[in-house]
């Protein structure tokens, strides 16, 4: 079935930009998403990117899409406190009918001061 | 705006007893959806249903049971509850299927202890 992987763990320190990388291997994806977590919420929608698109921006987020690669990835500009939160990847496609969101493992933000 | 609301936030359960977790979203969206989230395994898909009136098996679906009472609710039904049951749950929805660039929303999740 399709997977997706992220690193675990990323620290950073405050100020400095974060690099958070996500492949997959559906090569039916069509769009791919960012959530973030705080501790004890939700999800929520940070940003998606369609897969003929390589590239998308929103304020302090860079989304980087290799499709050939299958590789994704979220960079936060200027990183704060309150960004520290777990980030999952996620990828949807014709595979499961379009109904299947794949989820990573998602990867734990530490910002330090 | 609520948004997706599910009860209850906490539940501890014995093994073998039933319970139902209840989600209701008030964005008129089509779809709808259930997770578990476990430590170091992201998000699984339990059901899902495309539209009221349909429901199908997700990725782990065993030792569940769902409804889509209409189109704002979409139960998810624990029959006899296993320590393995013992997760956080999450209910979702969006306006259609996913792979048309619909965002999916979250609840604030559930988390169920079965001892």
């Known amino acids: 079935g399709e997977d997706v992987e992220q690193s675990l763990f990323l620290s950073v320190r405050e100020g400095d930009s974060s690099v958070i990388n996500c492949t997959y291997t559906?090569?039916?994806?069509?769009?791919l998403y960012w959530y973030k977590q705080e501790p004890g919420a939700g999800l929520q929608l940070l940003t998606y990117?369609?897969?003929?698109?390589d590239m998308k921006q929103d304020q302090r987020l860079t989304v980087l899409l290799n499709k050939k690669d299958k590789h994704l990835s979220l960079r936060i500009a200027d990183t704060q406190t309150g960004d520290s939160a777990i980030y999952f990847c996620?990828?949807?496609?014709?595979?499961?009918?379009?109904?299947?969101?794949?989820f990573g493992t998602g990867t734990q933000l530490k910002v330090e001061l | 705006n609520a948004g997706v609301t599910q009860t209850p936030k906490f539940q501890v359960l014995k093994t073998g007893q039933s319970m139902t977790l209840q989600c209701a979203q008030d964005m008129n969206h089509n779809s709808m959806y259930w997770y578990r989230q476990d430590p170091g395994m992201g998000l699984r898909l339990i059901y899902y249903s495309a539209s009221e009136g349909t429901t199908d098996k997700g990725e782990v679906p065993n030792g569940y049971n769902v409804s889509r009472l209409n189109k704002r609710e979409f139960s998810l039904r624990l029959e006899s509850a296993a320590p393995s049951q013992t997760s956080v749950y999450f209910c979702a929805s969006s306006p259609g299927t996913a792979n048309s660039g619909n965002t999916i929303y979250f609840g604030e999740g559930s988390w169920l202890t079965v001892v």
């Open positions: 996620a990828e949807t496609g014709l595979t499961g009918g379009g109904n299947k969101l794949t």
């Open positions: 559906d090569s039916s994806s069509t769009y």
């Open positions: 990117i369609f897969s003929n698109m």
